[in-house]
């Protein structure tokens, strides 16, 4: 077992986790929440995310493959769901049910903010040149980074307190349009439907 083909996996994996630009989105979705709930969908969110990652280290490779589903599929779906989810964030009325911390951890925060189309493609990438225990512990070293990187977040929206956590809120939900749009588009282009 290389120990610097897992440094290499799970940098590759964190990177495209990116939870440092998360931040900002956690904070956003948990303004209402105290510091305890805050730190209670931060670790659901984590825990799903190693359940996901292990699985699709484990398994991606065959069960995308017996699902027959392609990543254009994933990002046409997960943009749109985002999407969704960004016109509610915009609204003073919000037009979905209201969501609970336990929601907010599965989705959007542990997917597919955390683990979209883009973690998948990594780790199938990974599997085609190291074995799968490799890509597992890789996957769950990135997990770890990616906790760590995220605990310290509660002290910021102490910071911002209300007023600013709902601004942040509007301004994160502009942004999470755009991203959504951008996975849409690559959904897209990925069936042939837009020019590449």
Known sequence: M????????????????????????YLALTRHMTERE???VLSTAMLIVVVLLSIFSLAGRAAVELMGFSLSSFKVAGGL????????????VP????VRGEDVAVFPIATPLLVGPGTLTVIL??????????????????ALAAYLTLLPASAAARALKSSGLMALSRL???????????MIRDGLRGWGLLPG
Do not use: C, Q, W
């Open 125 to 142: 990438t990974a599997l085609a040149e190291h074995d799968p225990l490799e890509v597992l512990l890789a996957s769950n070293a990135a």
């Open 172 to 182: 994160m939900a502009v942004f999470l349009a755009a991203f959504a749009a951008e």
């Open 81 to 92: 769901l985002l999407m969704i989810l960004a016109i509610d964030m915009l609204s003073t």
């Open 38 to 40: 805050r730190r209670r």
């Open 95 to 98: 037009r979905s049910k209201e």
């Open 2 to 25: 290389d120990a610097a083909s897992i440094a290499l996996v799970a940098f590759k994996l964190y990177i495209v986790l990116d939870p440092v630009g998360l931040i900002p989105y």
